[in-house]
């Protein structure tokens, strides 16, 4: 069995779903454009394609990382190193409040998310690599970056 050198992780769609039915709507009018002989469909169908297929990921390959999208198995994103030797998870609260629309109520939504982090040795310069909903998961994740960085994990 062959050491792993690399990790891949797929984070999901790159932008977020009112610009993903955008896309879809900027396709089927592409669409209708083009059975129309207008050379603005095929505009349209790019853009689309871009808003509603575009997916982001995190690469770790050769000690080097990268936060990319893509489109169609096209890879977007510049290749990383770091001098910063630690790595760490870091628990953020997400809070989002919303309005009710006649009434004044108000519902707050809160959540933890957790950032794999690279940190310098007085934690004074981070590098966030990848952001995850499940603290179990997070745990994995930042094992195999350490692993494959060569990094020292802190708890």
């Not at 630690?86 to 707050?108: D, F």
């Amino acid at each position: 069995m062959a050491n792993q050198t690399k990790l891949k992780i797929h984070t999901g769609k790159y932008f977020p779903r009112p610009f993903n039915l955008i896309g879809y709507i900027a396709i089927v009018f592409g669409i209708i454009k083009l059975l129309e002989f207008h050379l603005l469909g095929l505009p349209l169908i790019i853009v689309g394609s871009y808003l509603s297929f575009n997916l982001s990921g995190f690469e770790i390959e050769d000690g080097r990382f990268r936060n990319f999208f893509y489109l169609l198995n096209f890879k977007i994103g510049k290749w990383k190193t770091s001098d910063l030797p630690n790595i760490a998870i870091l628990k953020r609260r997400y809070s989002r409040k919303t309005y009710g629309g006649r009434t004044p109520v108000s519902v707050t939504e809160k959540a933890f998310v957790y950032d794999i982090t690279l940190l310098s040795e007085t934690q004074d310069a981070r590098v966030k690599l990848l952001r995850v909903n499940d603290i179990d998961k997070a745990k994995i994740i930042e094992d195999q970056i350490a692993t494959l960085l060569d990094l020292n994990k802190i708890d």
